[in-house]
């Protein structure tokens, strides 16, 4: 079991370690209870090369809401032949049909909260509850909201603790960008478009090169972000040790 105590001085040391040692203690730490949850924006990409060359028995997984655009859906299959991997698509528990019967059409354009929620959030948090450890690639850079984030963050779940990883917190986009062109690493060419990331068709647009990073989703609407990074609690502080497997 991991204390609350050792978390504390573990969250420390990892905010000054290389990517490369932060995969590695992840693995060895939590096992098959950690896995890597990615869209496939530049910096998943990042993260997802990385992991192949230092912990590559690290699940992948993505969160297919229906809305993802063809550029995605062929990338993700271009990452499965690169790495020879297989990626775990969780979707929703409604079809995009179903979706449409029982909340009407376009729900993303009247209420893109319940769309998100039935969409990303419902079945993120499926997927969380099989892990004690979720890896993600937000980046501090990225915006307000997410200018705060540790390495390391705990979170409480149904009950349970969940360590939450962002080990590319510290990287910046030109950081980013820099390690894809010098390792050739395959990313959504949306990007090429004036995409700063990609995520459902509805909901995200080109940008200008200079404009925030995330500031072609949601445009026009004071949403900022989906859910999937907002619905956790930090940990109480009676929950003082994490069921860990080695
Ligand atoms: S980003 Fe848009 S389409 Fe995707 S789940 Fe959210 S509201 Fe729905």
Same mark, same amino acid.
């Given at each position: 079991?991991?204390?609350?105590?050792?978390?504390?001085?573990?969250?420390?040391?990892?905010?000054?370690?290389?990517?490369?040692?932060?995969?590695?203690?992840?693995?060895?730490?939590?096992?098959?209870?950690?896995?890597?949850?990615?869209?496939?924006?530049?910096?998943?990409?990042?993260?997802?090369?990385?992991?192949?060359?230092?912990?590559?028995?690290?699940?992948?997984?993505?969160?297919?809401?229906?809305?993802?655009?063809?550029?995605?859906?062929?990338?993700?299959?271009?990452?499965?032949?690169?790495?020879?991997?297989e990626?775990?698509?969780?979707?929703?528990?409604?079809?995009?049909?179903?979706q449409?019967?029982?909340?009407?059409? $376009?729900? *993303?354009?009247? =209420?893109?909260d319940?769309?998100c929620? /039935?969409?990303?959030?419902? #079945?993120?948090? &499926? %997927?969380?509850?099989?892990?004690?450890?979720?890896?993600?690639?937000?980046?501090?850079?990225?915006?307000?909201?997410?200018?705060?984030?540790?390495?390391? $963050?705990? *979170?409480?779940t =149904?009950?349970?603790?969940?360590?939450? /990883?962002?080990?590319?917190? #510290?990287?910046t &986009? %030109?950081?980013?960008?820099?390690?894809?062109?010098?390792?050739?690493?395959?990313?959504?060419?949306?990007?090429?478009?004036?995409?700063?990331?990609?995520?459902?068709?509805?909901?995200?647009?080109?940008?200008?090169?200079?404009?925030?990073?995330?500031?072609?989703?949601?445009?026009?609407?004071?949403?900022?972000?989906?859910?999937?990074?907002?619905?956790?609690?930090?940990?109480?502080?009676?929950?003082?040790?994490?069921?860990?497997?080695?």
């Amino acid at each position: 079991m991991l204390t609350r105590e050792k978390l504390n001085a573990q969250s420390l040391a990892l905010e000054t370690a290389p990517l490369e040692d932060i995969l590695i203690w992840s693995w060895e730490t939590l096992g098959s209870r950690v896995a890597f949850g990615t869209a496939f924006g530049a910096s998943g990409m990042v993260l997802l090369d990385v992991m192949q060359k230092v912990a590559p028995q690290i699940p992948v997984f993505t969160i297919d809401t229906g809305f993802l655009f063809p550029e995605t859906l062929s990338l993700i299959d271009r990452v499965e032949a690169r790495y020879g991997i297989e990626i775990e698509r969780v979707y929703s528990r409604l079809s995009v049909e179903e979706q449409a019967r029982d909340y009407g059409d $376009e729900l *993303y354009k009247r =209420d893109a909260d319940r769309c998100c929620w /039935l969409r990303k959030v419902e #079945p993120l948090q &499926r %997927k969380l509850s099989q892990l004690n450890g979720w890896i993600n690639s937000r980046r501090r850079d990225q915006g307000d909201t997410r200018s705060q984030i540790s390495i390391l $963050e705990y *979170y409480e779940t =149904d009950g349970r603790a969940l360590l939450k /990883l962002n080990p590319m917190a #510290p990287w910046t &986009r %030109k950081q980013v960008w820099d390690y894809i062109v010098e390792h050739d690493v395959p990313y959504n060419p949306l990007m090429d478009q004036g995409f700063a990331t990609v995520g459902c068709w509805p909901c995200t647009k080109a940008v200008d090169a200079d404009a925030d990073e995330r500031a072609g989703r949601w445009a026009g609407s004071d949403k900022t972000e989906c859910g999937i990074h907002t619905f956790l609690q930090p940990i109480d502080a009676a929950v003082n040790t994490v069921p860990v497997e080695s």
